[in-house]
């Protein structure tokens, strides 16, 4: 188990069979920094080109197509002061002849109060200027290579994750990764200070940070899409277009999950999640949206 | 303030401008009682034909097109000790090539224990012998008549409520819907005693229900589609397919509310929503999907 | 076999279990006028309120729910010299960034002129002068009686038709609906000089008619969804948002029609469609689109 | 004007910028192979593997981004006498509760007659013992290198084209892709002699094919997804999901091209399609589905 400090001297737009910038064993602990989804780092120099550059990718020794990548995140921490979001709807999420209202869109800044863990605007609109929102640190966008050497565009996310945008994807969270490629190719990017349920402005409040994670490898264990876990809930993450599909693909693999891991059969599976099943909506922004299907531990047999 | 005692005689499956069974006043209680989404009542007699037999309409005296129902749910209570569901996802809510892995599709039976307030499978299958979950009782199908003479099935909903399905619609909760008849017409019914995000399994546990609410008209107030209110938000509903378009639905009604009751423009109510949004899916098995878009009270101007 | 001309003197806005205007027999004709959509005769007058007013409804002797009522286009005839089109693409047909580009949306007026088969801007903006499209009028918006004493509104479709808004209902065609109330109540409206596929700009050449059909009773016959039969094609329809769907409720209704008719097996049927197998796009404007799935009868059995 | 005659040895399973196996130039003429599918060849031996694989990339000197790439089908022939397509129909395209009724799906093999110009069943089922339907031999899908680095599987399709799976794209039509990479780095293959609208049993009669083709570059011409054009129509196609989302990208483009060509302005180009547009479904069976939206070329100012 050891633990690298690592500092990105590059960056990849896209998750795929890039060179790795690092080998590490399974149960190793990475520390290191990403970029804002510009490709701003915390000095607030623009370093690279978005969108959404990836910090990685990383090779995790041992971890072969079939197994799963187990990615601890032991600390997602915005390491500059401010960030900035968008600052309309986005307008797939709003009826579309209301799209017709819109001023042009422009971009709106913040203050980002590490300390007191809040996030204020810089010039905030009429009725807004006592707003502040508690911090939330998370990553929008990092997953694995995936399958059949594709190399896939940060702006979406697929069955190897990518920017998924789920506001859950927080400290003392494990993402599940199925792994397409040996060494999996772990990336992380993306950062936000706090997001919303939808990123439905098309931005979280966009943000360096220092991330620390821990990877495990799960050998034989084959996942069919991101999965995740927390204090509270199990989750599987489906990425597709409509949310209708996003949420499919998630509910199948909760209900897999049921009974490859806790015995019950198909009806069992069905009853339990029928009456305490929860979905979150990660993003309904990007090209691929994100839905998250939760069960409860508490009701896990 | 007068509190209507009203016994059911006869049931309505469509939401339209049937001749009233009440008249009463804004600000008036009724307590009534509602029958299972099959038409069996609380002694276990099917006395109706479903889907979702409605009680009511009831007339709200002054409430016009155009007008604002609030409808205040002081009290939903499961009035029998046992309730049913379907045991098997829908095939709708997972991948289409899955569906060929489900066994035929039966009825379970649950015991409803008000007092301890969980639910328990009468014949748990492998894995949930131990399994309770606690109640939650709510309503699934309400509303009231639609608009232009319209009757609509109670299997399904639009913009004057129907079966959405939303297991936030508990009591404690208001609900506001568009007026689109005089009288309003609203009519309840569908008690479910706990049901999961989405519906998923096509039904919460359904039971026969004793309830008492309060109704309010709001003069001029006019809104697009359902609303609602708790302790902790107020929340818009879409209802449509896909939950793509129930969700556009929602959030621009909520959007439209930050401006015009909050003192926010376009831009302030987007950058609110932007952080602070919450969704919750009501439900993904009905003829129309219902979407709820959330806004914490705390971050309200 | 009686002829019947029928001089409407009132009009609904919602198809459902309204009072008859006339009883026909099986086998019988009507020759009637529709008005159009906005509810303008032949004489442009503005006799009544739209959404889409309908002819009717006219109860078919025999009738029954279970039955399938076909229903003959002998002719569908423009019967005034103008039209009317919205001059915008619908905002839901577009990227929902293009909207942005759009300007307020007009009416524009067009010649029709039945005697030379086309129809012609009145005020054709630049490029457009020599413009002129070939006639083909349609029904927009026809159906009977929907399940359970519903009354769905002339803007929508759903499995007993209405507003469908296929360019492939003109006449010659042969439409067949599921009867779901006795004597099936059929209105016809909403016709269309010329349209589109998807009706995209919101409109058809929206225009009154002279209609004349002849109604025919399947007894024992139950169909799903719209069925048609032109000299070339059988189609099915399917009403549904989104788009997939209803391709799905179409292909459905098609690959029973296969079965039950044509002697095919799941296998056959499946085999015989993915080769064969056309779609058309009746609308994307409603809140419930159409799409048409349509078997080609020279490869039928 | 040089016409390369190219035997491939390997093949891809992404579009992506792989090495040129020829480079040509602007005028120059393709004559080729493709592989099924499966990766068989005109032998029936299977060469490589699926799914889709591409004969190419091939190098367009002076192709860089910002143009647009012309690709004149010359000639699409199949190269050997049986092709194989799936016998049931694809769960997607039928209604979820449908699939129950499903038997596990098989492969059919079909002889395909070049000469007379069908392809008929090898063990038709009950019914189809007769049935024979005409070759229409076309590529479902080619394209060039995706914007960014992208390498994106052969499966799915997007604005760089890949499995579109389109019945239009036959002999005769040329097909016009946005340049993402320098050369453009087409690739062609899954060749089909002959299938129906959507692909809806997820195979079109796959077979091997002799292709010639003819590129094209155009300097400075900027489109945004694929293009084409055939004697009677210009054409764009969207690639996405749901296939309303389709819909909307090939119509924007539409109306794009409709301005930026044929000088309407907004309001001229919504006119001209909202009477004259037609639709046509490509693939409603692969990841990303295909919608086109077709122009007659008569209707053209």
């Known amino acids: 188990m050891t633990t690298h400090h690592f500092f990105p001297t590059h960056y990849h737009v896209t998750l795929g069979s890039h060179a790795p910038v690092l080998y590490i064993a399974d149960g190793d602990t990475v520390i290191t920094t990403t970029v804002d989804a510009h490709g701003k780092d915390a000095t607030g120099q623009k370093i690279t080109s978005g969108p959404n550059p990836q910090t990685g990718p990383f090779f995790v020794n041992g971890a072969m197509p079939g197994d799963t990548l187990a990615v601890h ?34 971009i709106a800044d913040w203050y980002v109060d ?70 999996a190719l772990l990336c992380v990017g993306d950062g936000h200070a ?9 931005t979280g409040i966009e943000i360096s940070m220092d991330v620390q994670f821990t990877v495990r490898v799960r050998k034989g264990k084959t996942i069919h899409t991101p999965r995740g876990e927390n204090a509270e809930f199990i989750f599987t993450a489906g990425n597709a277009r409509p949310l209708d599909q996003a949420l499919q693909i998630a509910t199948t693999e909760m209900h897999r ?29 990007d090209p691929a949206y994100t839905m998250v299907c939760k069960m409860p531990k508490r009701f896990l047999p």
Chains 1, 2, 3, 4 share one sequence.
């Open 73 to 106: 995140f032991d600390s997602i921490l915005p390491n500059r002061t401010w960030g900035w979001t968008r600052d309309t709807l986005a307008t797939n999420v709003v009826d579309p002849d209301y799209v017709r209202t819109f001023p042009p869109r422009e």
């Open 114 to 183: 590490v300390e007191r863990q809040i996030a204020k605007l810089v010039s905030p609109p009429r009725g807004l200027e006592q707003f502040s929102v508690p911090l939330s640190p998370m990553l929008g966008c990092f997953g694995v290579a995936p399958a059949e050497g594709q190399a896939i565009s940060t702006m979406t996310s697929a069955e190897h994750g990518g920017n998924m945008d789920y506001n859950g994807f927080v400290q003392g969270v494990t993402a599940y990764f199925p792994v397409f490629a040996p060494g």
């Open 194 to 202: 706090v997001q919303g349920d939808g990123e439905i402005i098309g």
């Open 257 to 285: 999950w049921l009974m490859s891991d806790y015995g019950l059969d198909t009806t069992g599976a069905s009853l339990l999640l029928g009456q305490c099943v929860r979905y979150a909506v990660g993003n309904v922004f």
